[in-house]
């Protein structure tokens, strides 16, 4: 099986910053792309930002600026550093990421189980 094992969150002042990393392992024969995900208290979970394995990037509008999204993919990680934060980017992020397992050649889409990201003076 694939985990993806997320860190970084915590409390920060709003202006802060935070960066997040995500650490995939098990039977991984090769990750397409990667993301960040967060679910705010009674809200959807949203994309916040994506990576190709060719290092496309996407954001959404809402941190565009602020967020970057980098990988590395000798070490199958990903990370979110977070910069300028806003009290609105309260949530608990969740890696994900598009493995193709090593045992199978089956492709799964992978969750990590999340890391709570507070905003607050």
């Known amino acids: 099986q694939v985990q993806l094992v997320e860190s970084g969150g915590g409390l920060v002042q709003p202006g802060g910053s935070l960066r997040l990393s995500c650490a995939a392992s098990?039977?991984?024969?090769?990750?397409?792309?990667m993301g960040w995900y967060r679910q705010a208290p009674g809200k959807q979970r949203e994309l916040v930002a994506g990576?190709?394995?060719?290092?496309?990037?996407n954001y959404a509008d809402s941190v565009k600026g602020r967020f970057t999204i980098s990988r590395d993919n000798a070490k199958n990680m990903v990370y979110l550093q977070m910069n300028s934060l806003k009290p609105e980017d309260t949530a608990v992020y969740y890696c994900?990421?598009?493995?193709?397992?090593?045992?199978?050649?089956?492709?799964?889409?992978?969750w990590g189980q999340g890391t709570l990201v507070t905003v607050s003076s």
């Open positions: 098990g039977s991984i024969f090769r990750i397409n792309a």
């Open positions: 994900n990421a598009a493995v193709i397992t090593r045992a199978s050649y089956r492709r799964l889409e992978v």
């Open positions: 990576v190709t394995s060719g290092g496309i990037t």
